[in-house]
């Protein structure tokens, strides 16, 4: 993996070059709607109420979407 890890982008792209760019592109145009989705979940309640587990840790949860996403060429 360290040599994929090479290969990802750190930079943030600032939000209103993605609303200048979703004028011309469809793409960008979905993706600029995410910019206003609230992402801040948790899943306290559930492992209170209800005992659940998540079934992979953090890691391995990542580790699990980079090995897709070279399976799947978004990372070459």
Request: proline share 3%; aromatic share 8%; hydrophobic share 50%.
């Given at each position: ?10 930079r ?28 801040k ?13 998540p ?22």
């Open positions: 993996m360290p040599t994929v890890a090479a290969k990802v982008s750190t943030t792209l600032p939000n209103w070059v993605m609303y200048v760019a979703a004028l011309f592109s469809k793409q960008a145009k979905d993706a600029a709607h995410l910019l206003k989705v609230n992402r979940l948790s899943n306290a309640k559930a492992r209170l109420v209800f005992g659940w587990k079934i992979a840790s953090n890691e391995e949860a990542i580790l699990a979407s980079v090995e897709s996403m070279i399976k799947f060429g978004t990372i070459k």
